[in-house]
């Protein structure tokens, strides 16, 4: 087994800065397939590099057959911004961009640090047949959002992850990391919420990797995946359930309920006059994810639920 790892310079925008990728390599260069994993892109995220840390791990006794490369930490800009104390690594702090939006078709030749990071990622992933990209939502159980056009690719990586849905978009807007590489299949993963970070659960995370990578032909096979396939939803149909006050957050369903349009999922209470409103499912579906926070604005997304049916168009994803 060949492997190696490398530090990949990038260029900053002040004087005294340095900022470096680390890259792990697997296999032969240009071996076929090829399997590109990050994670740490939202740098607030952990699951996921903790999970990539594991997988590298496991990948050192593994026979190896195609080529995997993993960048852990594919955000070093936004995990070192914090502000009073609290990371940030969603946005980057100076422009307020999303990290994982705007992604351009190619790698481009623009100086500032934020675009040579994005065009560096682009450079290792666009030519590979498998694109994971490594998430977590806030409160969530597993699932993960793709492109309708392998299906059976999303089966499998679904049923390897025990994904509860699979969220599926030719275009979901925003031009995420994921969607500047369409040349074979790309996914985004999410591994549930921002707590959910343990040795335990990672452990087990890296194993469902190994199990995708195996059945692809990346590694030599490791067995059936543990896990159903996740029913295939419209991104279009995840809707938000939106605070009817500000207030205090208090919820009544959680990630992986089943839940009809109207029902109770929540009750925001002011703690001034003491009112206190439902916040109602906007649709019958799986409620996914749910904000972090307990306290809200009027008009704040709380939660999403996954629908059936498409019921919005435009841009899918929340910034």
Excluded at 138 to 145: C, G, I, S, T
Aim: include cysteine; glycine fraction near 10%.
């Amino acid at each position: 087994m060949t492997s190696s790892s490398e530090i990949i310079e990038l260029p900053a925008d002040s004087p005294g800065r340095r900022l470096h990728v680390m890259l792990h390599r697997f296999g032969t260069a240009k071996s076929r397939p090829k399997v590109y994993l990050q994670a740490g892109l939202h740098a607030d995220e952990m699951p996921g590099p903790l999970i990539l840390h594991h997988l590298k791990s496991l990948l050192e006794d593994a026979e190896i057959i195609g080529e995997i490369l993993i960048v852990p930490l594919a955000n070093p800009i936004g995990f070192a911004e914090w502000l009073h104390d609290k990371p940030q690594g969603r946005r980057h702090l100076a422009s307020g961009q999303n990290f994982n939006r705007g992604f351009p078709d190619a790698p481009t030749d623009t100086p500032d640090e934020n675009a040579a990071l994005r065009s560096l990622l682009l450079s290792l992933s666009q030519d590979a047949d498998h694109v994971l990209d490594l998430h977590c939502d806030h409160f969530a159980v597993p699932h993960l959002y793709t492109t309708p056009r392998h299906p059976e690719r999303t089966d499998l990586l679904a049923s390897c992850m025990g994904a509860r849905l699979a969220l599926i978009a030719e275009v979901s807007g925003g031009h995420a990391f994921d969607e500047a590489n369409p040349g074979g299949f790309a996914a985004t993963l999410e591994y549930r919420g921002q707590f959910d970070v343990s040795d335990a659960l990672a452990q087990a995370d890296a194993l469902g990797l190994m199990t995708y990578l195996g059945a692809v032909g990346a590694i030599a096979p490791q067995g059936a995946p543990l896990h159903a396939p996740a029913p295939h939803l419209p991104l279009a149909g995840a809707l938000e359930a939106l605070a009817p006050q500000g207030g205090i957050v208090t919820w009544e369903a959680a990630p992986g309920d089943e839940v009809h349009k109207g029902q109770p999922i929540a009750q925001v209470t002011d703690p001034m006059t003491g009112l206190r409103l439902p916040v109602p499912a906007p649709c019958d579906g799986l409620l996914f994810r749910q904000e972090l926070w307990r306290l809200c604005l009027r008009g704040q997304s709380l939660a999403h639920v996954a629908g059936r049916e498409p019921a919005r168009s435009g841009d899918l994803l929340s910034d």
